[in-house]
């Protein structure tokens, strides 16, 4: 369970003075701790979904503090994303979601881009925690344009 997993590497970061990385196992453990006391429940996808969140939200900070120069803070953010990153299953590339996408589209029969709905529905089921919605969205308009 990820939750025990967490707990090791917090003490083993603990005794190894690595603050960085402290700090990003700290927040997934207190992620796991508000999930298991929130109404939607705990369960691996809710888990999962979580992380890919935090790991959202620290590269779009690293982002803002990069554009105000803050270069400092950035690289704080994508240490702590870099961590999070490692709890979750590794990502899919863009050619397997082309391919996915590809399977995705005849399945629903999509062919212009008015069928994007439908082929966002399926997909972001599908690819939940393998691919970013961003990357999904960008790959579904460009094939449906075709």
Not at 10 to 28: N, Q, T
Not at 84 to 105: C, F, G
């Amino acid at each position: 369970m990820l939750e025990e997993t967490i707990n090791s590497e917090i003490k083993v970061a603990m005794l190894a003075k690595d603050a960085a990385k402290l700090e990003s196992l700290r927040a997934i453990k207190s992620t796991i701790i508000l999930l298991k006391t929130s109404a939607e429940g705990y369960s691996d996808e809710t888990e999962q979904k979580a992380l890919l969140k935090m790991v959202k939200q620290r590269k779009e900070t690293a982002e803002v503090y990069t554009q105000q120069n803050r270069l400092d803070l950035a690289e704080v953010e994508i240490l702590q994303a870099s961590v999070i990153e490692a709890y979750l299953p590794k990502q899919m590339n863009e050619e397997d979601i082309r391919a996915e996408v590809s399977k995705i589209i005849s399945s629903v029969g999509a062919t212009s881009p008015a069928d994007m709905g439908k082929v966002m529905g399926v997909a972001s089921k599908q690819l939940a925690g393998k691919a970013d919605g961003r990357v999904i969205s960008t790959i579904v308009k460009e094939m449906l344009s075709k």
